[in-house]
């Protein structure tokens, strides 16, 4: 089933299974719309023309109606362009019943390899005929594999979707849970499908896997896969859009194929049209606007979490074995060493172990959704985590009806500021803001200013500050404050979580003499970069977010709650798609807006791109919102 959060591995079995139906086919333009939404135009036979939609993550299918193409193409798209266009689609091959779809594309005389992630955050991959990674939408690095280039493609084993008979009778045998949960989990099949295999093989779904007759399941399970390859009558219900209608279901609408039914259920965002023509709304218009959106995605988080939640409790014995088992070995071994070991090991609950975090002490364990377990907190200490997430985003979408529903607000007038440029300070340089309370933070804007902050500006009395992700700038505390919530929102920002596109990260502080330059024996420590050791006081799930304003003699940035009390005509940034001089020039355009054509000399000495730019963070970039003094 095709839900919010994005399609499952059967879902994909349906699409794929069209797509190789309309071959052979030619790669046409590649637009990328946003950060993950890529279009791909298909030519096909007798002047077949067909609209390949792809949001990493999430979905992936074709539309009737594709939305009209950036004015500029972004440098992805170039790159897909200069590599694939023109060339012929090979195979188009889903990875078992893995979310993961890849196109084999011929060109010339050489052979590519284009791949779509629909797990988790997803990414799109270009690779060469040997798999090797040319360019990724996406660089990441996890413990166990690099989606970066010159790295090795490691996901592109196909195994097949189905066993045969001998191994499927095989891996019933040798379950330990009951026949539904063997089925959703060891094929992939989801909950809701498994339990539509139980229904047509006539067999109990809480029946032990190991005592049951193995045969009507597989003929039911071949049943299955070949109504999904054809998929004759796809439906939508309130839940979502699926292939085939389940038995006992009462679909809300019908469709010809399952990609007009994947149309309607992802409805495509606004299209360029709209941005070119300016549309003219309000202020409070665009508010109600952000505000939908921000519910949407409030929504989807708590899904996403209450579903984990209840994929652990579903389980549970694996669960608990994970946890208990790496929490004993932890205490003998090292991380590394437990990495290794789980790599090669064959038994089923260390093949389920996708990767180790040792920073977290945790694992991400397979449970249909790749899951997070802590292994020093008992399953209900895991479970609780992802209900007390899921809580915390209902009270955002409690807050964001809240001010939906609130009567609007009349418009600000514009604001009149008097302002003359202020004297430069020796800390302006760098990275900086002053907390609500007074206290200076310096962060820095390179790897030299990183070690200069360091070695010759932090105090004994200081703190020191830093995003648990690479790519950060060290930041430090010049003095006692009581608002660390501010100083961690400021070390997350200016991270590489914000290029990535996250919207939280974990952020950590130390005092001074525990950040040294001096590596263990055989390591190296690079320029702008520390060793810390010892214990560590974390700060989880920092919300990503800076606020660019017009102080009373210069423009400030900074966390929000920090800015808006010297600034109260301010821009408040998020992650988003706009590079960093694009967004300077988009705040600089808000703010003149507020300030108005009476904003005095002053303000016109101070309010320049230049000084705009300064407390822009690195990446994309977008503006949530503009308040007026």
Request: aromatic share 8%; proline share 6%; net charge neutral.
């Amino acid at each position: 089933m095709a839900t919010a959060q994005g399609m499952s591995g059967v879902d994909l079995l349906a699409v794929v299974s069209g797509l190789q139906r309309a071959l052979p086919l030619w790669i046409g333009k590649v637009y990328q719309y946003d950060q993950k939404l890529l279009g791909i135009r298909l030519n096909g036979q007798e002047h077949a023309r067909y609209h390949l939609m792809v949001e990493s993550g999430r979905r992936i299918h074709r539309v009737q109606t594709p939305p009209e193409p950036p004015k500029l193409p972004s440098s992805f798209a170039m790159m897909l362009r200069k590599y694939l266009e023109g060339g012929r689609v090979l195979a188009i091959e889903q990875h078992g019943l893995e979310r993961i779809v890849s196109m084999e594309i011929g060109r010339k005389d050489t052979t590519y390899r284009l791949v779509f992630e629909l797990f988790d955050e997803g990414n799109v991959v270009l690779c060469d005929t040997d798999w090797r990674i040319i360019k990724p939408l996406w660089h990441h690095r996890f413990k166990d594999r690099e989606v970066v280039p010159g790295a090795e493609y490691t996901l592109k084993d196909r195994p097949a979707p189905l066993p045969e008979p001998e191994a499927f009778q095989a891996l019933l045998a040798g379950s330990d849970r009951d026949l539904v949960r063997t089925l959703a989990v060891e094929l992939r099949l989801g909950g809701a499908f498994a339990e539509e295999v139980c229904v047509r093989a006539g067999v109990d779904r809480s029946a032990p896997a190991a005592s049951v007759d193995s045969e009507p399941v597989y003929a039911a399970l071949l049943d299955l896969i070949a109504e999904v390859k054809a998929c004759p009558a796809p439906v939508l219900d309130k839940k979502g859009a699926w292939p085939i209608a389940l038995t006992g279901m009462t679909p809300t609408q019908t469709f010809a194929s399952f990609d007009e039914a994947l149309e309607v259920f992802y409805p495509l965002a606004p299209t360029v049209k709209v941005v070119e023509k300016r549309e003219e709304v309000s202020r409070e218009e665009r508010m109600r606007r952000q505000q939908e959106q921000a519910v949407i995605g409030f929504e989807q988080k708590i899904q996403r979490n209450e579903r984990v939640a209840e994929l652990i409790y579903e389980q549970y014995t694996l669960a608990s074995e994970v946890i208990t088992t790496l929490d004993a070995a932890s205490r003998q071994r090292s991380w590394q060493e437990i990495a290794k070991v789980l790599k090669g090991a064959e038994n089923p609950v260390a093949r389920r172990i996708v990767s180790v975090d040792p920073a977290k002490a945790s694992v991400e364990v397979d449970l249909g959704l790749r899951v997070t377990l802590f292994v020093h907190e008992t399953v209900e200490q895991n479970v609780e985590r992802y209900y007390e997430q899921a809580r915390k985003f209902k009270k955002k979408r409690a807050g964001a009806l809240a001010a939906m529903a609130a009567p609007a607000r009349k418009a600000a007038p514009k604001v009149a500021i008097r302002a003359g440029p202020e004297k430069k300070r020796w800390y302006h340089r760098f990275r900086w803001f002053e907390t609500s309370d007074g206290t200076l933070v310096l962060g820095g804007r390179d790897a030299g200013q990183n070690e200069e902050l360091v070695k010759r500006y932090m105090e004994g009395k200081d703190l020191f500050v830093h995003a648990d992700v690479h790519g950060a700038s060290v930041v430090i505390v010049k003095g006692a404050t009581e608002r660390m919530d501010e100083v961690a929102q400021f070390a997350a920002s200016y991270s590489g979580a914000w290029r990535a596109g996250h919207l939280e990260a974990d952020v950590y502080a130390v005092r001074p003499d525990q950040v040294s330059k001096t590596p263990e024996a055989g390591e190296y420590v690079s320029r702008g970069s520390f060793i810390v050791r010892g214990e560590r006081t974390w700060f989880r799930s920092v919300p990503l977010g800076i606020a660019i304003g017009l102080g009373p003699n210069s423009v400030i940035g900074g966390p929000p709650t920090a800015v808006e009390e010297r600034a109260p005509t301010h821009a408040l940034l998020r992650p988003g798609p706009y590079e960093p001089n694009d967004t300077a020039r988009r705040v600089l355009r808000a703010l003149r807006d507020q300030v108005g054509a009476d904003g005095g000399r002053g303000a016109k000495a101070v309010l320049n791109t230049e000084a705009v730019a300064r407390f822009v963070p690195p990446g994309g970039s977008e503006i949530a919102g503009v308040h007026a003094g």
